[in-house]
């Protein structure tokens, strides 16, 4: 070959393979972009998605544009995607595009709409709250028990708080749906109460019940009916008189009764063969029927109270036998032989127990109570019944 015509030569085959070369590059285009969901909250998670017909040239990127620059999606061969919250509402437009190394647009961009509505505040319901038991009266320092229930539509229920009203502290209990609860506590004061109870939810905001109002009623507890009385006359858990004291001839035994509804106080019988034993009887003739010549007698009723009087039992001296319906005030209603309380009236006969109560008919004739039955009746002052002291 010609010397001057090989270079030549060399130069068009080079040129001709770059062309045919160049001819066969096809360049890599975006076949399908997608957004889901097309529609959110302001807020919401959306995920843009791009296919692309074949695998990106070296160098290049599959970028996406929000409406605030240019963002690169990740992925690999084919498939890439970007997810963002979007907070931006309204009608919006993102656009996807291929971007060579100098982030030069290659070829056409790919566009799609979604919309990003308001953002929608969750709504949140207050519970509510029931009683479920709980008296109207409690007695002072006895334990009042009260039992609540909560309810929560939303199932955020938090606690179940009572004021009890009293200056005592609040108390809360960690609450669960539809349960009872128990709460308990001592008043120490007598009076009414309005105490208040409420449930707390732990929503968005967190929400509170209604008010729950309970009136409690705090009594007194109630007065023994009787009270043991030593001989040195104080009250039992009183001065030298211990509680529940035994009978006995010393200062702190147990000698007298106290009605602690009517104050009066009674002479308890003794087993002792002495002036107050319980076998003892006496006739009841008074200053206007005394045929006999027995007033002040010892067999007589006057006579047994100025003996009793003259020991200072219970330290007084002011002892007399009692009127009828006195006597009818320590009787036990249903209950006979005999008809009292024995814890208090220990050693008494079931039998007649003289009054000073006269029959205004007859000047010969007294009521007496029959502790058998707990009846009374009148008859012959000579007659000779037991008798029971009063002061």
């Not at 519970?127 to 709980?134: I, K, Q, R």
Request: proline share 4%.
């Amino acid at each position: 070959m010609n010397k001057y015509i090989a270079p030549f030569f060399f130069i068009f085959v080079i040129a001709v393979i770059g062309n045919v070369q160049a001819a066969t590059i096809t360049k890599t285009t975006i076949t399908q972009t997608s957004v889901t969901p097309t529609s959110a909250p302001a807020g919401g998670m959306f995920k843009f998605t791009a296919t692309l017909d074949a695998p990106l040239e070296t160098g290049s990127k599959v970028k996406i544009n929000l409406g605030k620059g240019l963002a690169s999606m990740t992925g690999t061969k084919t498939s890439y995607s970007l997810s963002r919250a979007i907070f931006t509402t309204g009608s919006q437009t993102y656009k996807v595009g291929i971007y060579n190394a100098k982030n030069a647009l290659q070829g056409k961009v790919s566009s799609g709409n979604y919309s990003v509505s308001s953002k929608i505040t969750p709504v949140n319901n207050a519970p509510t709250l029931t009683l479920v038991s709980g008296d109207d009266a409690v007695e002072q320092y006895q334990i009042y028990t009260l039992q609540l229930k909560a309810t929560d539509s939303d199932n955020n229920l938090r606690s179940i708080t009572v004021d009890w009203k009293d200056g005592s502290e609040v108390e809360t209990q960690t609450a669960t749906n539809d349960t009872a609860f128990t709460f308990t506590h001592t008043y120490t004061t007598v009076s009414k109460f309005a105490l208040l109870a409420t449930a707390k939810d732990n929503g968005r905001p967190n929400l509170t019940s209604t008010v729950l109002l309970k009136t409690i009623d705090v009594v007194a507890p109630p007065v023994d009916a009787f009270s043991k009385v030593c001989n040195s006359g104080a009250l039992e858990g009183e001065e030298d008189c211990p509680i529940n004291p035994v009978l006995g001839i010393k200062p702190t035994d147990w000698a007298c009764t106290q009605d602690n509804k009517t104050g009066l106080m009674w002479e308890v019988k003794t087993t002792d063969s002495g002036l107050r034993d319980m076998a003892k009887k006496y006739t009841n003739y008074t200053l206007d029927y005394d045929p006999n010549k027995l007033y002040g007698a010892e067999t007589n009723a006057d006579g047994f109270v100025v003996d009793v009087n003259s020991q200072g039992l219970c330290g007084a001296s002011d002892w007399r036998l009692p009127t009828k319906d006195e006597l009818l005030g320590i009787v036990q209603k249903g209950v006979t032989n005999p008809a009292i309380d024995t814890t208090y009236f220990p050693n008494t006969q079931s039998s007649y127990f003289w009054s000073s109560s006269p029959n205004a008919d007859l000047s010969y004739g007294a009521w007496y109570v029959y502790f058998y039955g707990g009846y009374s009746n009148d008859d012959f002052k000579d007659l000779s019944f037991n008798v029971r002291l009063v002061r």
